[in-house]
């Protein structure tokens, strides 16, 4: 079993930055496939951006292009989303996920089968 924890969402001023951090534990996952989604309210859970633990490949949904980089440190266990010249609609709950493939990297949430809970990212303008 997967354990995620994503920390870091709080309240940013339009233009600003942020890093979110997602903390993985339990059995081993080296390899596969991790991901950050998003939800705003009203509207459904969006792929963000995801990389391929073993490679570093990474994917961005072109909303995020230019402005978000995804990351993880092996040493940590951790994947990291820094976000830079947020806007309002980058406001939603980000949650971390990861799947049990090591070569394809997902851009659907059914493409994952661990989530951490989510947290807060508003952007005010």
């Known amino acids: 079993q997967v354990q995620l924890v994503e920390s870091g969402g709080t309240l940013v001023q339009a233009g600003g930055s942020l890093r979110l951090s997602c903390a993985a534990s339990?059995?081993?996952?080296?390899?596969?496939?991790m991901a950050w989604f998003r939800q705003a309210p009203g509207k459904e859970r969006e792929f963000v951006a995801g990389l391929l633990w073993g490679t570093s490949r990474q994917t961005y949904a072109d909303s995020v292009k230019g402005r978000f980089t995804v990351s993880r440190s092996t040493v940590e266990s951790t994947m990291y989303l820094q976000m830079s010249n947020l806007e309002p609609e980058d406001t939603a709950i980000y949650y971390c996920a990861a799947s049990n493939n090591p070569v394809i990297l997902p851009i659907t949430d059914s493409g994952y089968r661990y989530w951490g809970q989510g947290t807060q990212v508003t952007v005010s303008s």
């Open positions: 339990g059995r081993t996952w080296i390899n596969n496939a």
